[in-house]
């Protein structure tokens, strides 16, 4: 037969017309867009998925394709093939799709078609940034502060939350003397982030809320928020006094114990027993105290003879230890030491020197007293075995760490160079903690 437009010889149809003809006469992308228009983010890197989402899509993504598709509004009375980007330049703030389409335009005649939509990427920033932008400051902030003269718990803490990226919806970080401020734009990122720090480390918090504006016709407030953490001021490897009714009620345990490790509890150690007690956060605010020595204050001896005694709870066994001081050998010391199994002839060991000790606080005032210490007051308390030459000097470590992008406060700016050179230490002094304790480190991400 013959085509009805054009007269060419044709096999049988029910159009009685040739494909050319057809294609000609009939155009099934009509009311297809071929251009449109999708909003993009420059604050957060996301694209507006109408009516008011932002979502995240990299570029020629199936993200990205199906939320050009949900912009062409004629695709419904068609049936889609097959869609998939054609390259474009990256900065050319143009995406174009490229589509196969069929449609029934005869009596059982199907026509395919492929055509190009060209998407212009426009920039508009979503409300989240528009607060930011704007300097419309927050909608919450998390306060998180330690009363202790050293930036050790929060150089952890700084690793925990970069390892669980617990710092993702944070507008701004900032960093104070004694601790930092987390802002946010949603009240429930903020009471994440409190969760989060509840799950990880001892503390009490308040709340506080500010009226910011309020609609009298919709009855509407906006507020702003306020959460004041403070962490309980109780560090690892501190030595701590307990009074004689928390000595009771924390398994009978003497009174001089160490801090053995800080999570969502205090984890205390007595040295002379190996008994261990778990302190809750609500125990320690019910009777606060403070640490009788901590970190800074830490001696080094020297280990001169170690004898096993046998008992033993995990990696800690009691032992008796003969020691002097790495700068004194004319004095020796025998001590009860929890550190049996880890110290040898030779070996050098880090330990707090009561000897002379006088220390402000109530609970050792009665434990002089009343001498309620088995044993007595011990002149020496060991805390950990050290590592004088595991540090060659000037060798760089294979390892570094990541820190989280924090905005420091004038009063930090103008710190004197003293307080920048302690801070300097303490963060040296945290880096040899890593090396040496392996538990440590698996708390954490190190990287090449």
């Not at 125990?283 to 020595?293: G, H, I, K, Q």
């Not at 760490?401 to 230490?425: C, D, H, Y």
Request: proline share 3%.
């Amino acid at each position: 037969s013959l085509c009805a437009s054009c007269g060419t010889v044709i096999a049988p149809n029910p159009a009685n017309m040739c494909v050319n003809c057809i294609r000609s006469d009939v155009d099934i992308t009509e009311g297809i867009p071929k251009q449109a228009t999708i909003h993009f983010c420059r604050g957060c890197d996301r694209y507006l998925q109408p009516p008011n989402i932002w979502v995240k899509a990299e570029l020629e993504s199936r993200e990205l394709l199906a939320l050009c598709l949900k912009k062409l509004k004629g695709l419904a009375k068609v049936r889609l093939v097959d869609a998939g980007f054609i390259w474009t330049e990256p900065h050319s703030k143009r995406v174009k799709v490229k589509l196969t389409i069929q449609k029934e335009v005869f009596a059982a005649t199907i026509l395919q078609q492929v055509f190009v939509t060209e998407f212009i990427v426009a920039g508009q920033y979503c409300e989240e940034c528009q607060r930011v932008d704007a300097q419309l400051t927050w909608k919450a902030v998390v306060q998180v502060r330690q009363k202790v003269q050293h930036k050790r718990t929060f150089l952890w803490l700084e690793q925990l939350i970069l390892k669980h990226n617990a710092h993702k919806d944070t507008t701004n970080i900032k960093e104070y003397r004694d601790g930092l401020d987390f802002y946010y734009v949603q009240r429930g990122h903020a009471q994440k982030m409190i969760e989060f720090l509840q799950a990880v480390v001892p503390l009490k918090m308040k709340t506080s809320e500010q009226l910011i504006s309020q609609d009298i016709h919709s009855g509407t407030k906006n507020f702003k928020f306020t959460y004041s953490v403070e962490l309980v001021p109780i560090c690892k490897d501190d030595l701590v006094c307990l009074s004689a009714k928390l000595a009771r009620q924390l398994s009978n345990t003497n009174p001089l114990v160490i801090c053995n490790r800080v999570s969502n509890s205090v984890n205390l150690l007595d040295p002379n027993t190996l008994k261990i007690a778990d302190m809750r956060a609500q125990v320690y605010w019910d009777a606060p105290f403070t640490s009788l020595c901590e970190a800074k204050d830490l001696v080094e001896f020297y280990v001169i003879d170690s004898t096993l005694e046998g008992p033993q709870n995990g990696r800690y066994a009691l032992g008796t230890v003969e020691v002097c001081r790495s700068t004194d050998m004319s004095r020796t010391y025998l001590v009860r030491t929890h550190l049996g199994r880890l110290l040898n002839p030779g070996d050098h060991v880090l330990g707090y020197d009561l000897t002379h000790a006088n220390f402000n606080s109530d609970n050792w005032d009665a434990l002089n007293s009343v001498g309620r210490l088995s044993g007595g007051i011990p002149d020496v308390v060991l805390i950990r075995k050290s590592y004088p030459n595991a540090r060659k000097k000037g060798k760089s470590r294979g390892w570094k760490l990541k820190s989280l992008g924090k905005e420091e406060e004038l009063e930090l700016v103008n710190r004197s160079k003293a307080e920048k050179a302690r801070q300097e230490m303490d963060y040296e002094l945290f880096l040899r903690d890593i090396e040496e304790d392996s538990e440590l480190r698996g708390m954490m991400n190190l990287y090449k």
